[in-house]
């Protein structure tokens, strides 16, 4: 039996990856930051058969105990701050968090290699923020094109990035690392678009069905892929991944914030007025990013299964069931 290490097991995409490896038979140790996890998906069945543990990646000496803790046969640190917008007002937490942290882990592992040898496989979940301005100018998107963050966030991501790639080349670690584009379904928090709309168009639901939704700029468009397919490719990186790589995780289609609303407000049967709110747009942002998986789907076979349509209104159930 595999034994699989998850860092940010009790997040959106952690829960999701623990269900995908519990239904594969696999054993799977949760770190989480509180003394209990968060659970949003995963059931509690399922969180009866993962092991939690603390970790704090803020400090040194806990990401370190824990490395030395437990030899996984795999590990996937998705642990970390993930907010462009809340990394404008602070940009230390997302430094600290993302980039500190994973130099804490990726350092004792890479000392534990010198020691004994062990050698487990790491992905780390990485951001096509990182790509930022040059999204403008590149459509789709390869992994060769230039990394032009536009906030703290995705420059932390952009240094995670490089310290994951630097340790498999200088310390030998078998570390590969995303760079996952927006991702969507039931569980996420409605701070990101999809869930943000979702939510409102439930709220409508449940009142009279007539509403109004004010969106940033509802033009934008973003490649989304079902979260459940993302937990597939990070499996996927973890058995056929060449160390030192980076892969895209995108559907390669790109959706207006528009359509994503037309489509949740035509499965829950509401009828809405979209209403553009400059407020609540990104201070810095480009208006088109879609990417291509051809480097994933030529080395793994993967390829998105779940239609946006399907992410969608599973999202819209989730609300529904809070």
């Known amino acids: 039996m595999t034994f699989n290490l998850v860092t940010g097991a009790d997040g ?51 990401v370190r105990r824990f490395a030395r803790a437990y ?7 998705l642990a970390g701050l993930s907010s462009p917008s809340e990394s404008l007002d602070d940009p230390a937490s997302h430094i600290r968090v993302n980039v500190l942290g994973s130099l804490f882990l990726l350092d004792e592992l890479a000392a534990m290699r010198r020691e004994s040898g062990y050698d487990p496989a790491i992905v780390i979940s990485g951001s096509a ?43 030998g670690l078998s570390v590969v690392v995303t760079r996952s584009f927006n991702h969507t379904g039931p569980g996420q928090r409605p701070t990101f678009v999809a869930s943000q709309l979702a939510a409102r168009v439930q709220a409508i639901s449940q009142a009279d069905g007539v509403g109004t939704v004010k969106v940033g700029d509802p033009t934008v468009r973003r490649d989304f892929t079902d979260v459940r397919d993302v937990v597939r490719a990070y499996i996927a990186l973890s058995e056929l991944g060449e160390p030192g790589c980076v892969y895209n995780v995108c559907s390669g289609r790109a959706l207006a914030v528009a359509e994503l609303l037309e489509m949740l407000a035509r499965r829950a049967g ?23 998986n051809a480097r994933l789907a030529e080395l793994t076979g993967w390829a998105p299964r779940i239609p946006i349509e399907r992410s969608l209104a599973d999202l819209l159930a989730w609300h529904a069931g809070r």
Do not use: C
């Open 12 to 62: 959106f995409v952690g829960q999701h990856l623990v269900a995908e490896l519990l239904d594969r038979g696999e054993e799977v140790l949760g770190a989480i930051v509180g003394p209990e996890p968060l659970l949003t998906t995963l059931s509690e069945s399922e969180a009866r058969r993962v092991r939690w543990e603390l970790l704090e990646l803020e400090e040194e000496a806990s």
């Open 270 to 292: 509401v009828e809405v007025t979209l209403e553009p709110d400059p407020e609540r747009a990104r201070r810095v942002d480009v208006p088109l990013v879609v990417g291509s």
């Open 129 to 171: 923020h990182v790509y930022g301005a040059a999204a403008a100018r590149f459509q789709p998107l390869i992994e060769e094109h230039p990394l032009e963050p536009l906030n703290p966030y995705a420059v932390s991501k952009a240094a995670q990035e490089m310290l994951g790639t630097q340790f498999a080349r200088s310390a």
């Open 71 to 77: 030899r996984a046969d795999r590990l996937f640190h």
